[in-house]
């Protein structure tokens, strides 16, 4: 693996990260792990400024404050920049399905002939650890191309061959929200990178070689600095992952009103 991975391969064998007992070990095993909690202390203490600033917005918010475009990022708005390209996977989005992540939805899903598939870790699915793994597996076995599942009236669902599936996109959840069945030296890990994370992890190598992704679609922004926070993470786990920079693309969803105001600024990160 990676010099990042063998950096953190912890030594004992907790090493504070915590996960439930019983974890599956093609999911979880120790690198796995070494991944998520090195994304978790590189990043956990931005995370929690990032939602301080969120909390103090609020409240000038509360007080009577309305948003507004950033004088102090004028120049950004006002600049001649382009985003990177567009992969060609991701030109035509006419139509796009979304839903959770359960076998039989990602098969349907996949199959529908939609342009693309929005797995969706964030408000569609039931952050149970038993759903979580269930739709990391999925999806890995998606990738790979043999994810199968048979119905309890015996009806079996099988993937169309690549060419004809949907270009898969996957939603982790939202900056503010923990994942509390994952800790790192007593701490829950942010269930953004958890979901990302381990995504990555699994399938980012499979994905690049077909020049499809990793994609991923980023709710709940609020701010540019959230974006870079994104963007940060994002360029430590190509690194880690062996990957091209650049190589994870995203798609922001507009959804905050704050996040109205510094649409440009949140591209340019």
């Known amino acids: 693996m990676s010099a990042v991975l063998k950096e953190i391969q912890p030594d004992a064998p907790d090493a504070g990260i915590h996960f439930p007992a019983g974890a599956p070990a093609d999911l979880m095993g120790p690198e796995a792990q070494a991944f998520l909690a090195d994304l978790h202390r590189r990043f956990e203490p931005t995370r929690q400024a990032r939602l301080a600033a969120r909390v103090r917005r609020q409240t000038e918010f509360d007080a009577g404050a309305l948003p507004d475009f950033r004088d102090d990022t004028r120049a950004i708005r006002d600049g001649d920049w382009r985003v990177a390209p567009i992969p060609e996977a991701l030109l035509d989005r006419r139509v796009e399905i979304t839903g959770p992540v359960d076998p039989k939805m990602v098969i349907n899903a996949l199959n529908s002939g939609a342009n693309c598939y929005m797995a969706d870790f964030e408000d569609s699915t039931s952050p149970t650890w038993e759903n979580l793994l269930a739709g990391q597996r999925a999806l890995r076995e998606a990738v790979a191309g043999t994810l199968a599942f048979v119905a309890e009236n015996g009806k079996r669902y099988t993937l169309k061959p690549e060419g004809e599936r949907a270009v898969l996109i996957v939603r982790p959840r939202g900056w503010h929200l923990d994942e509390k069945h994952a800790r790192v030296d007593g701490a829950r890990m942010s269930g953004a990178l958890f979901d990302a994370g381990l995504f990555a992890f699994h399938n980012a190598a499979a994905l690049a070689k077909r020049d499809r992704g990793p994609y991923l679609y980023l709710p709940k922004l609020q701010t540019m600095e959230e974006a870079q926070l994104w963007q940060q993470a994002l360029s430590?786990?190509?690194?880690?992952?062996?990957?091209?920079?650049?190589?994870?693309?995203?798609?922001?969803?507009?959804?905050?009103l704050p996040a109205a105001f510094e649409m440009d600024e949140i591209l340019h990160a």
Do not use: D, F, R, S
Not at 236 to 256: D, R
């Open 236 to 256: 430590h786990m190509e690194a880690g992952l062996g990957l091209p920079q650049g190589q994870i693309k995203v798609t922001v969803l507009i959804e905050t």
